[in-house]
């Protein structure tokens, strides 16, 4: 069994011909390597594919032909998507569509390295943390939606397709029910037995107009697959992680 979680995971990555090189060509070898060798194939996809959530988030295998990514990135993993469905692979491997992934050891992701290990490092820095202001009117700022995953669900589910070869196509990852930045940090501050305090920041032109400020999977597919496992809540899954590994500074 291969499970390829290996990719440049920029958003902000705008070199074209080294995302098509690292996302698309070698994930592109590794399943056919793994087809011919009758080897499973379970690999990272990403909630990236579906830019600004006009098309909905339908893990459905044959909506990813008509996505539109809001970056390079997504469009590196839905490009991988949808070879792997043209050649008739994805009826024989399983798509990780990954939400907002954090959690414990992400220290080598850098700049990609999630917003509540950012906040922590801030916290621990200034005491305060800095948060975007909205420039969507039906957004309050630091009120922008997104779903954030705890890596030990991530885990879990994956587990459930290795466990349960027959499964295979696209499936989100992800809790089902979005949250808010402003609520993360809340979470992060409690964790640290620390008032809130939030700094609204102007965000950067190069970003402003490629910003999601709305994902939330569709787990329903995964659930009728059979997972019944209950997700982290954010509190919770924050906790764990700021008490647990951030403040004993716990590595690998």
């Known amino acids: 069994m291969i499970i390829h979680l290996g990719a440049c995971s920029s958003t902000t990555q705008t070199d074209c011909s080294y995302l098509v090189h690292n996302n698309f060509e070698f994930s592109k ?5 793994a087809d011919e060798n009758n080897v499973r194939f379970i690999y990272a996809s990403s909630a ?3 830019g600004d959530g ?9 909506t990813s032909e008509n996505l539109i990514p809001l970056n390079m990135y997504g469009y590196s993993k839905q490009m991988f998507d949808n070879w792997m469905r043209h050649t008739g692979l994805l009826d024989k491997a399983v798509a990780c569509k990954f939400f907002n992934v954090f959690g414990p050891n992400e220290y080598h992701k850098g700049s990609m390295r999630s917003f509540i290990l950012k906040s922590f490092e801030q916290i621990k820095e200034t005491g305060k943390v800095k948060l975007f202001k ?6 309050k700022d630091g009120e922008m939606l997104r779903d954030f995953v705890y890596v030990k669900d991530v885990v879990q589910m994956i587990m459930h397709f290795v466990d349960n070869k027959e499964l295979h196509g696209i499936y989100n990852m992800g809790t089902g029910k979005a949250r808010n930045w ?3 940090v809340k979470a992060t501050f409690n964790a640290m037995s620390l008032e809130t305090n939030i700094e609204y920041i102007e965000m950067p032109l190069s970003i402003r107009n490629q910003y999601q ?3 939330e999977a569709k787990i329903d597919k995964i659930r009728a697959s059979g997972y019944d496992k209950p ?5 919770e899954a924050i906790k764990d992680y700021v008490q647990n590994y951030l403040m004993k500074n716990e590595r690998l």
């Open 48 to 50: 990236a594919t579906y």
């Open 213 to 215: 400020y709305f994902t």
């Open 182 to 184: 402003n609520d993360l």
């Open 134 to 139: 909205s420039y969507n009117p039906d957004y």
């Open 231 to 235: 997700t982290f809540t954010l509190e």
């Open 29 to 33: 070898s590794l399943a056919i390597y």
């Open 54 to 62: 006009e098309k909905g988030f339908d893990d459905n295998d044959q």
